[in-house]
């Protein structure tokens, strides 16, 4: 086992609430770290897990902005 995927996975992937999402099929394991890898890896267009680190320091970024993400989809579908 790769004990580095293990431990970005496990400080980094919120497994148990995407899980209870549906994000990962129910056969996948929270141990299962190459699948997990693979899923968020395809799911955002990653050639890395280890890249998963710069999304959510952008996904900071606009959380700390008082207008959302969503409000900007909305105001671009008025123009």
Excluded: H, T, V
């Amino acid at each position: 086992m790769d004990e580095r995927l293990k431990i970005y996975i496990e400080e980094n992937i919120p497994f148990k609430e995407l899980k209870d999402a549906g994000f990962f099929d129910k056969e996948i394991k929270g141990s299962d770290y190459d699948k997990i890898a693979e899923r968020i890896c395809i799911f955002f267009g990653l050639k890395s897990i280890y890249e998963y680190s710069e999304i959510m320091k952008q996904k900071d970024k606009w959380d700390k902005l008082s207008i959302n993400r969503e409000d900007l989809f909305e105001i671009g579908k008025m123009n």
